[in-house]
């Protein structure tokens, strides 16, 4: 099987889809989280459903209208529970709360549609935008450090074109995810930027082991061997493990999806995606764009590269 | 069998062993748990999967009103010493414990404003009296996007008006009330290079609990008339009891040696006055001067209706009250426990189907090797919870999917082992020398790809906060310990099966299921 056939098609199509994500965050923009704007986010539990109106109307008490709520349209969910039971809320953002605020909300919200006791599960989540700011540049911080040290390291290890090529692969799979997330408006957070990093880890797991058996079979490549055909057969070798590895962690990660409740479901989904595309990224981009690039050196030298890529 | 191979084998089952009485057996036995965690569960939870209420607070250098009343004539005639005329001036921002953001300047005109900007005028640095007090202040000003001929002067405290460790010592008094409170397993952490004190209340349900301990964190002072005279930095204990004599409440209190030379002095000079006691901007009491009271110990006599009870609450809010600097809350985080133990309840029933299914994959896959991948694997999966056990790790929502990860991790080296060793018998090598030249060819792929791994865990662990910090531990404990069992343990239980009976592995890996 000659998967490199049609190597150049595959980075076409690769940087079509980049550039379609790209456009995606561009235009429809990220949906951010209070991590990153600044703002309280209250999920308050219901025993039967309510229409975003109703809680908006709610929460128009003189007492609030004073404190300039900033309050997003409520948002009613809905969903069954480990124990199989229907439950519903509603999730209401507005500013930052600060403690008395945050109480003088939850008791509007509590005189209109009761209590919420002890059996349920009131959750609260503020950030003042004194940090939040802090946070998304920390976020951001983290994935170029990430990045540019996996650069440095595959440079150190295999060669400077490893790193440019394997680092473009994982700029796809991480666009992939964001890209999805600005099209289907799903919440960014920190624990979304926590599974970019992890889809980070994994997709260069698989692109390394890629590169590792190319370095292994380009030094004992015979003299007649194209470039192509020890990468083409480097990849088939890695294959089945890629396949069999990302399957595993998929289902893992499938089976928490389906468990899960809301607040990890967003975190499965950027795992999957970011896994699937991880795994071919790793067998389409990452290993023919490296011989792309290196196939092009060596004809121009006019003689194949000496055995072993270092 | 091969005499290293006894040795190491007997290690590894050793190892095992003594992550199972360290993690296992301390949930069935109380005596172990106490031996080993003063009673605490071994792999404690983190807040969002055992519900409860975490806060973040930060100095609150905000100042107060009567601050910013006060500067209101000094940033007037700065302004009019320039020839422009006398602007519209009103607190900035809304009341939060009495505190604004600062000032804001309306003109008549864009011109005037940036004027007045471009003069400097505003400077930087004021400062503040009022009797005793004196506060040196930190003025930003610029111009409102809102109203171009509006400037906002942002006002707070300079820093240095606080003692250096003010932050290290709300800290310890914050620990103290907690501590007092019986909670199971509360944590305050200071993170010192961003002023950030980060406290956990676990099992903590309602605000009303939490504000006790956290809310209030005002300042404890002491006003004459209108005039502060005194802050409550240096009360070392304020207790509730009942007056012998008269049977009143009373509330004994107690200053360290500055605070006591300090009211010693107050009280001798203002004999007949009263005393008013305050939080922050909130009045507690009103009690008067009797006699001077040297040596910082005296007691305050509550009126006749009060009840010890109030006396008692008073009295917290005072040595809470102590504080050397107010506090800002930036971050809530409150989970309901029942929405936690939902969640690790779905956690571990995924984590357990998942697990069964890996572990049948290998069977299947690779036959006799699988079904030694897989005891290694549970090996690691107590390595890995014997080593949180023992740095106190706490494990988080996102950890869990670290830890899920990390086994993912854990089963690809195997994998790659297995498909390295098959490679090497479809070679024509003895089943020995397979396992050898397997382990040796598979070892830099593992190592490159754990390492990477490694590089994003550490950068995680730098940068992150709060739950990220809690996936990065468990990532970085979880790939240690998966090169770990895969170069060592698997390897171990593969020679020992070899050395005794090389058939049955050689029959799956090397006979019917290798592809070219």
Redesign the interface.
Known sequence: MNLLKYRKVYIIVAVLILLFNVAMLVTKGLNYGVDFTGGTTIRFPLSEPVTSPEVAAALETPELAELDLQLAPPQPYAYVDATGRQRYGVQVQTKFLNPEEQDMVIAALEAAFGTAGEETALEVYGVDSLISQEMLSKSLLALLIAGALILGYMAFRFEFKSGVTGLFALVFDVMSVIGLFALLQKQVNVTFIAALLTIIGYSINNTIVVFDRVRENLRFRKKDETLVEVVNFSILQTMRRSVNTSATTVITIFLLYLIGSASIRDFCMAMMVGFTVGTFTSIFIAGPLWTIWKDSEERKKGRPAPAGAR | MRKDLRWKFWAVIFLVFLCVIFVVLPYYNPTLKRFFFKGQDPVRQGLDLQGGIE??L?PDYRVERRVLTGIMEDLRSAVTSIDVPSPTIRLLG?A?QNRYEGLELVFASREEAERVLRAGVIRPDMTWRSGAEEKKLQLRAEVSTERPEALKVYVSENPKNFPKDALEQAKIIIQNRIDASGLTEPAVWLDDV?QRLQIQLPGI?T?EE??RLI?TTGRLNFRLGNRIVMFGNDLTDARAGIDQREGVPVIHFKFGRVGARQFEEITRDHVGEILAIYLDEELLMEPMIREPIPGGEGQITLGRGATLKEAQEYAVLMKSGALPVSL????????????GS??V???L???G???C??FL?MVV?YGVPGLLADAALVAYGLLVLGIMALFRGVLT??GV??F??S???A??AN??IF?RIK?EIWNGKTMRAALVGGFD?AF??IL??????L???L??LV??????RG?AVT?TIGILASMFTALVVTRVFMEIVVDRNPEILFKRLGGGEV?A
């Not at chain 2, 809350?329 to 309901?336: E, K, P």
């Not at chain 2, 490159?448 to 791994?453: G, I, L, Q």
């Not at chain 2, 940068?463 to 990220?468: H, K, R, Y």
């Open positions: 806060v973040i930060t809304r939060e961003n349900t605000q939490a504000e809310r800002r809350t930036i971050q809530i985080t409150q989970v309901a426990p029942t929405l939902e969640i309840r779905q956690s029933l995924a984590a189907i998942g697990l299914l890996v994959f896959f929502l996102p999917a670290g899920i990860l086994i993912g991790m089963v690809d994998i790659l498909e490679d060819r830099t792929a490159d790809a754990n390492v990477t791994t590089i994003v865990a950068v995680l940068l992150g906060t709060g739950t990220v996936f990532l592809q």
